[in-house]
């Protein structure tokens, strides 16, 4: 006990509490003001990037978006997974010095001439590449074009086509098609639909059955099935990829090997071809490359405004 004679309690509780009230001043300070995709920023990274202006609301808040700008950023260039190559940084060296009437030596020694360090310059072109390549990510990734906006704009190209007599008609093939469907399960797998299947047309070749028979018997798509498999007029683009592609790749009157689409394993015929109206599809289509153009075009104007139409961006007062 004689030795705590020496120290000064009261002294030390002084600072005690001056620690505890500067240690929360500093968490006052330090307050978080946004989350930008959850990550927090602080006041003083926002004082920081404020930096000698006036400390005005609007300032302020342009300071704030500085720094949300630069974190979207770089999560976008974390995010993006792209890197850059030292042979892509070649080839652009080389684009350079030969549109400039130079070749690569002579590059390095006018950049050696005028004190432009080539590592540097290399990290500045690479730098460079990987901004142009998360820019572009961005800027695609920020294009959002409902069905409810292709419809109406389209309808609208439409209609003013007609009222001035300039409506372009346009045709398309459509397909009559009838198919027999297998669906996978556990008693039947890949190998063995597919080998029903290769049973089924090898019978309706042989004229042991018709495809309308087999369709009705064996098809489990039994809406059509019902209809001796026939699917009716379409045009391919109704169907799933696999589908539409052996639809136009089967002649008519001819039935396809077994081949799969995600519904399961099929076998079809085309029964007939026709023209079809495509018109009203051709103005969706122009409506739909109008609103992703402009759409490409507002994001290329300021591509982190692209970053931000897909960021979670929280504000805290």
Do not use: C
Not at 266 to 276: F, Y
């Amino acid at each position: 006990m004689e030795n705590m004679k020496g120290f000064n309690f009261k002294a030390i509780l002084v600072g005690l509490v001056g620690l505890f009230a500067l240690s929360a001043n500093v968490s006052a300070v330090e307050r978080v003001v946004a989350t930008v995709n959850g990550s927090p920023i602080l006041e003083s990274q926002v004082r920081t990037a404020l930096g000698k202006k006036a400390n005005t609301e609007a300032n302020r808040e342009a300071a704030l978006n500085t720094v949300i700008d630069d974190i979207l950023v770089n999560q976008a260039i974390k995010d993006s997974g792209v890197s850059v190559s030292s042979a892509q940084v070649d080839r652009v060296m080389e684009d350079i010095a030969a549109r400039n009437g130079l070749t690569y030596g002579q590059l390095l020694d006018v950049l050696d001439y005028q004190g432009i360090n080539y590592h540097q310059y290399r990290q500045q072109i690479a730098n460079q590449l990987l901004m142009s390549e998360v820019r572009n990510q961005a800027i695609g990734k920020s294009v959002d074009v409902t069905r409810e906006e292709v419809q109406e704009l389209g309808q609208k190209l439409l209609d003013q086509a007609k009222a001035r007599g300039k409506e372009k008609k346009v045709t398309g093939t459509e397909y009559q098609v009838r198919h027999i469907l297998l669906k996978l399960n556990p008693l039947l797998n890949d190998a063995q639909a597919k080998a029903q299947l290769t049973q089924i047309r090898a019978d309706i070749l042989a004229h042991k059955t018709t495809f309308a028979d087999a369709a009705l018997k064996y098809s489990k798509d039994y809406l059509s099935g019902a209809n001796g498999g026939s699917l009716g007029f379409a045009f391919p683009e109704t169907y799933v990829p696999p589908f539409a592609k052996m639809v136009q790749s089967t002649k008519k009157g001819t039935i396809s090997a077994p081949f799969k689409t995600e519904f399961g394993w099929h076998i079809l015929e085309v029964t007939d071809t026709r023209q079809g109206d495509r018109t009203r599809d051709a103005y969706m289509q122009k409506a739909y490359e109008q609103l992703v153009n402009q759409q490409l075009r507002e994001a290329s104007q300021d591509w982190v405004k692209a970053l931000r139409k897909t960021a979670n961006i929280k504000y805290f007062k």
